[in-house]
C-alpha cells in the first residue's frame, strides 16, 4: 500500500483507494489501523481521508512540540467543530481568546480544595453501587460504571439537593448521547438539515437538556451562594467583573458533563477486564487497599497511599486510553524533523499507538502496574504516555479523572471481585472515546 517516496522530503504515504484514502480502513478499526501504520512505517506517516490529508505522528517528542512548545500553530480538527451543536462554545469545542479566558473562569472548580469536597460524593455513588451487586450475580460493567460515573458528575456538578433533577438530567443525556454519533458522521452538516428521525430525536432530547439545565440556572441566580459544586463555581465565576451569561454557563456545565463521565467510566470498565484476566496485579492491589484502609471507606486524605491502585489505573488507561487520538489542524506549514507538513492538514496524535510503543513499553501488550512506578515514569520521554492531552488544551478534569478512577476501584474492590464472563467477545469500538464494542460482561463474587 505505500507508495513510493521521492528525496524531496515527503514523509511516508499510504496511497489508499482513489478519492477515499484509506478510510474504509480506517472506519473499520482505526486504533489498531493508526498501530499497523506506525509500526510498519514509522513516527510520521501520511495519509488521506477522503480529501483530507492527514499526518500521523508518533514521536513523543513531536508530540510535546505539537501540544505544547508550538500550540498557537494549531487548532483543534473538525470532530470537534462539529460537536458545537451540542456543546456550544464549552472549553471543549472553543477556540483562541475566548477559550483561554472559559479556562481562567472554569479552573477554580478543579482546585484541591474542590477535590476534596468532591471525593465524599464519588465514595458515597459507589457505596450505592456496591450495596446493589449480588453475590455471583452477572453485569454489564460498562453499563454499571457509566451508570456511577454519570451519577457522580450529576452530584458533584449540580449537587445533591437537585438530585431529582440530576436523574432526569441523566436520562436526557443518555439519550443525546446515544444520538450524538449521528451528528458526528461525516456529511452530517447536510443531514443535519434533512427532516431525519434521528436528527429530529437528538434535536428534542437536546432541548430537554437545555430546558432542565436552564430552570437549574434560573433557581441559582435567584439564590447565588456557593454550594460546593461545579455549578455555583461556574455562577460566581467573574473576570475583571465579567462573569459569564445562561448560554455559557449551559455549555460549560454541559460540557463538563459530556466530557466528564463516559471516559472515566470506559477507563474503569477496562480496568476491571483487566484486573479479571491478571490475578497477580488483582491480588497485589487488593492487599494495598487492606493494609491502607482496612474495612474503612477511602476519603480524599487516603489518596497518597492508595498508590498500586493508582498505577493499575495508570497501566489500564496505557492499553486503553479513552481518549484514543488527538487531533491538531495546522493553520500554517509546520515542519516536522526533515519535513514540511502542509497547511490545513490534520496531526494526529494517538495515545493508544505510542502507548504500545516498546521503545518506550517493552513487552507492550503485558499489563504490568509496575511500568509506573516513579523511577519507571522518570526514565521515559514525557510525551510517550499522555492519556489526558497536554499543553493548554490539556484535559481540565485529569485530576478529578485520577481521583475518581482510584477511589472507586478502592470502593468497589473493598467488596468485591470481579470476574470477566468466560467466551464473552472482547472488541474495541472507537469513536469518540475508545470502549469496548460488545459491552463487558462480567460476574462478581464477595470477598
Ligand atoms: C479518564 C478520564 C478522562 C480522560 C482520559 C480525558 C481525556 C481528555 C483529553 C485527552 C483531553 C484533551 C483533548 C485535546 O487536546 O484535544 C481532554 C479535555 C477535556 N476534558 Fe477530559 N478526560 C477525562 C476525564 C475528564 C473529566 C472527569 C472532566 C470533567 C469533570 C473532563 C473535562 C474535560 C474538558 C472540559 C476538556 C477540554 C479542556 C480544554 O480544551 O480546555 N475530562 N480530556
Known sequence: MLASTTAAARPPFLKGRPLLGVLP???????DFLLDTQRKHGDLVHFKLGPQKMYEVSHPDWIRDILVTNQSNFTKSRMLERAKVLLGEGLLTSEGQFHTRQRRLVQPAFHRERLAGYAASMVECAVHTRDQWRDGESYDMMREMNRLTLAIVAKTLFSADVSSEADEIGAALTE???????VLMPFSEWLEKLPLPSVRRFEKARDTLDRIIYGIITERRKNPRDTGDLLSMLLVAQDEGSGMDDKQVRDEALTLFLAGHETTANALTWTWYLLSENPDAEQKMHEEIARVL?????TFDDLPELKYVEMV???SMRLFPPAWSIGRKNIKPYPIGDYEIPAGSILLMSPFVVHR???WFPQPDKFDPNRFAPEAVAARPKFSYFPFGGGTRVCIGERFAWMEGVLLLATLAQRWRVRHTPGHKVEK??????RPKFGMQCSVEKR
Not at 25 to 31: I, S, T
Not at 176 to 182: M, R
Not at 429 to 434: D, E, F, M, P
Open 294 to 298: 482496612g474495612d474503612r471507606l477511602p
Open 429 to 434: 469500538r472507537a469513536l469518540i472515546t475508545l
Open 25 to 31: 480502513e480506517f472506519k473499520n478499526n482505526a486504533p
Open 313 to 315: 489505573f495508570a497501566e
Open 176 to 182: 443525546v448521547l446515544g444520538l450524538f454519533e449521528t
Open 357 to 359: 510503543d516498546p521503545r
